[in-house]
DNA sequence: AATTGACAAAATATCCAGATTCTGTCAGTT
DNA sequence: AACTGACAGAATCTGGATATTTTGTCAATT
């Protein structure tokens, strides 16, 4: 299992200046110069590590999955009560780091950004997720302490949609991990219920 | 209690042919003259009914949640298991012409005009939902039926928040509706466990 | 080998003037 | 009273010409 420390601490450099970057001045305002300066390098340097600024911003999505899915899985396999588990999982995956970005002033470009020139990465990394989260509740189901109201995959994207629903309408970073506690707590009676 | 006949019906008719043009063209490109020839009337009579293309915009809003409104009340109020009952009234709520404003060309527009434009119709109409979901669900408590696991308010509020998310990674109206039966069954069974 | 300054090409921004469309409000008609 | 044609002002498109920024790729340096 690969985690996010076994890249290139330069490229790490990198990512983390365009992260920056981009969520102070937006993907389309963000130059490629920006992104070589914060990390510490000429803008020529910059195209020996990535093609372009999509090429940056794709590995930055997929990299942002990876170590959300791990956070999740990690959270996913505490012991604990299963709707607790369930909401702080979701906590720890990066519900903090998604609802900056969502109230970040370019947030609003930034997803629109995700969703049109790194598809494939978050389409990945969304099914990433939901697969964790189903083999999750396969695995409590098979140990009979939850009971699944249909497919184990099939709740997993409506919980984890779910949990998205809570991020949009949210006001603050408070507000959604109350918002979150909440909701799992629900879906924790509900998934064990019978 | 106000119903959507209630209203003038050439109102009724700027309203129509405003949401028509809104969701073919979006906000922005849809011109008075553009209402009032769908409307069968003159420019000028338009003036006569609406201050502006806000004012028709913030109109159509507000009757959009009357009538969401009222359709959630009333499917509430039928007999049912409480999960079924909830999603079948969220269904009946309106999810078909929300989901088809979001997967409209201009939903997006739309949804920012809304926002921007048209903030308090829309804070008081999800407050409206909202209060309506907490009374029933208060009036369920009461009679034994649920078990809220907070203030009916805040449960109201994230069931609301749960079933916008549906919508929003929701790829079809089908999609949908099978989304919010899977949640609504779960939720309806975390609501009466114990 | 890793990095850079410098350069040409591409993309973006800025400005402008003219044409077109849209808005809000008349006075006047039915 | 309900409505409309017509008008002036505002706003929005259009296109072109110029200036600025950004990009991607060299050959050259450390």
Same mark, same amino acid.
């Given at each position: 299992?690969? =985690?996010?420390?076994?890249?290139?601490?330069?490229?790490?450099?990198?990512?983390?200046?365009?992260?920056? /970057?981009?969520?102070?001045?937006?993907?389309?305002?963000?130059?490629? =110069? =920006?992104?070589? *300066?914060?990390?510490?390098?000429?803008?020529?340097? +910059?195209?020996?590590?990535?093609?372009?600024? &999509?090429?940056?911003?794709?590995?930055?999505?997929?990299?942002?999955?990876?170590?959300?899915?791990?956070?999740?899985?990690?959270?996913? =396999? *505490?012991?604990?009560?299963?709707? &607790?588990?369930?909401?702080?999982?979701? +906590?720890?995956?990066?519900? &903090? @780091?998604?609802? %900056?970005?969502?109230? @970040?002033?370019?947030?609003?470009?930034?997803?629109?950004?995700?969703?049109?020139?790194?598809?494939?990465?978050? &389409?990945?990394?969304? %099914?990433?997720?939901?697969?964790?989260? /189903?083999?999750?509740?396969?695995?409590?189901? /098979? *140990?009979?302490?939850?009971?699944?109201?249909?497919? %184990?995959?099939?709740?997993?994207?409506?919980? +984890?949609?779910?949990?998205?629903?809570?991020?949009?309408? %949210?006001? @603050?970073?408070?507000?959604?991990? *109350?918002?979150?506690?909440?909701?799992?707590?629900? +879906?924790?009676?509900?998934?064990?219920?019978?």
């Amino acid at each position: 299992m690969k =985690d996010q420390f076994d890249i290139d601490p330069k490229q790490m450099a990198i990512l983390m200046s365009a992260w920056e /970057a981009f969520a102070a001045y937006g993907f389309r305002k963000t130059s490629m =110069d =920006d992104i070589a *300066r914060g990390a510490g390098i000429s803008r020529p340097a +910059l195209y020996l590590h990535y093609k372009n600024k &999509e090429d940056i911003f794709r590995s930055l999505t997929r990299h942002y999955y990876e170590q959300a899915t791990q956070s999740f899985a990690e959270a996913l =396999d *505490r012991p604990g009560a299963i709707g &607790e588990v369930l909401g702080e999982a979701y +906590l720890a995956k990066g519900g &903090e @780091s998604a609802v %900056a970005m969502l109230t @970040s002033p370019h947030g609003h470009e930034l997803l629109d950004v995700k969703l049109t020139n790194a598809s494939e990465e978050v &389409e990945a990394g969304e %099914a990433g997720l939901a697969e964790v989260l /189903a083999e999750w509740l396969d695995a409590q189901a /098979a *140990r009979g302490r939850v009971t699944l109201p249909g497919p %184990a995959r099939e709740v997993a994207r409506v919980c +984890l949609s779910t949990f998205k629903g809570l991020m949009k309408t %949210a006001e @603050s970073h408070e507000g959604f991990v *109350r918002d979150v506690r909440l909701m799992s707590a629900l +879906l924790g009676d509900g998934l064990t219920a019978r």
